[in-house]
């Protein structure tokens, strides 16, 4: 059974940087896809970083140049490093896992693909 729990929240301000983790009970070498997605007050989730097996790394056009997505496989940990936060990256930030990635008809930033979701960390940014 696979499980994700996301830390690494917190408040900063413009400029700072927060590094979040997401720690899986499934060995992060048999998920596919391991991504990042945030969520605002009336808003869906949106895709922020995605990476794969393959080491194939994807980006919201909004936060390249700014976040790193990495991963540990041998902790069982995927990373997101933001640098240069902004007050519009607040939100609620949640690791999620597609183990198979056979089903992508979009790309990769649709929440339907993924089956597993941790339960989000709070990331707020002040101006």
């Known amino acids: 059974q696979v499980r994700l729990a996301e830390s690494g929240g917190g408040s900063v301000e413009a400029g700072g940087s927060l590094r979040l983790s997401c720690v899986s009970t499934e060995d992060t070498n048999n998920i596919y896809y391991l991504a990042w997605f945030r969520q605002v007050p009336g808003k869906g989730r949106q895709g922020v970083a995605c990476?794969?097996?393959?080491?194939?790394?994807d980006y919201a056009d909004s936060v390249k140049g700014r976040f790193t997505i990495a991963k540990d496989n041998a902790k069982n940990t995927v990373y997101l490093q933001m640098d240069n936060l902004k007050p519009e990256d607040s939100g609620l930030y949640y690791c999620?896992?597609?183990?198979?990635?056979?089903?992508?008809?979009?790309?990769?930033?649709?929440?339907?693909?993924?089956?597993?979701w941790g339960r989000g960390t709070q990331v707020t940014v002040s101006s």
């Open positions: 990476i794969s097996t393959d080491h194939n790394i």
């Open positions: 999620a896992a597609d183990i198979f990635g056979d089903s992508r008809l979009s790309g990769w930033s649709l929440p339907r693909d993924y089956t597993h």
